[in-house]
């Protein structure tokens, strides 16, 4: 059940306002098949039993489109309305980080690691001065993000903030800049080496495309 939805038509100078409960976004992810059990490498290295597929629940275009204006509803007027350009870091970032644009009416644009480090390609570019909110998918340390936001900073470009759709960090993690994510989470996350045995007799999976 929706907390609030308030409708204004574009004439009226409004936008259609969609927040959603934390109950609800999961509620998202169940029904996209996309909140996975197992024994999942992260990105960091680290190791999981939960997993957040979050292509699973962005591959529906509506339900992306449902996401993003959820996500833009979290951040204050004010911020959003200093936003000149979205930038999020692929694959992950990529479709949210499109709908996040479509949602504020600013482009966005993605950053590549094809060497291993971010930068944008494709012909993308960031006027010095410009304002990004960088968009990820999921964060959990959080290093993605701020190697990002770094590639941003490198070229010019100023982040004022950054949003996603998931926290798994529970509200832990630092990015330098303020951090809007659509839930937090506290799935338990271990170091490899501390993997307890029930997790350890699971075949692992590494779902992402970070090389480690
Ligand atoms: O906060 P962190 O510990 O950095 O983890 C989160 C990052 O991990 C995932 O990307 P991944 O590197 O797996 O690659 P992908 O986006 O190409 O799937 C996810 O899309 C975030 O970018
Ligand atoms: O930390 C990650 O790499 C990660 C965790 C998660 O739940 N989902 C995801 O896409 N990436
Ligand atoms: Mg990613």
Redesign the pocket.
């Given at each position: 059940m929706c907390r609030l939805v308030l409708k204004h038509g574009p004439g009226m100078g409004g936008w259609i306002k969609n927040r959603m409960t934390d109950e609800e976004v999961l509620a998202e992810f169940r029904a996209a098949g996309a909140l996975l059990e197992g024994h999942f490498i992260?990105?960091?290295g680290r190791r999981s039993a939960n997993y957040l597929q979050?292509a699973r629940v962005l591959m529906n275009a509506e339900r992306a489109g449902r996401l993003a204006r959820a996500i833009v509803q979290k951040l204050p007027r004010e911020l959003r309305q200093e936003i000149d350009l979205v930038v999020s870091?692929?694959?992950?970032?990529l479709i949210i980080g499109h709908e996040v644009g479509r949602a504020l009416d600013k482009d966005a644009v993605f950053l590549e690691r094809p060497e291993g480090t971010f930068e944008l390609r494709r012909g993308f570019a960031i006027v010095p001065g410009q304002k990004v909110l960088m968009v990820?998918?999921?964060?959990?340390?959080?290093?993605?993000?701020r190697q990002a936001i770094e590639a941003v900073e490198a070229d010019g470009g100023i982040v004022i903030a950054e949003a996603s759709l998931v926290d798994r960090s529970a509200g832990e993690?630092d990015l330098g800049v303020p951090f809007y994510p659509l839930v937090s989470i506290n799935f338990p996350v271990y170091e490899a080496e501390e993997v307890p045995p029930e997790l350890a007799a699971v075949p692992a999976i590494k779902?992402?495309?970070?090389k480690q």
């Open positions: 992260l990105s960091s979050c870091p692929a694959m992950g970032g990820e998918d999921v964060v959990t340390t959080g290093l993605s993000s993690v779902p992402g495309s970070r």
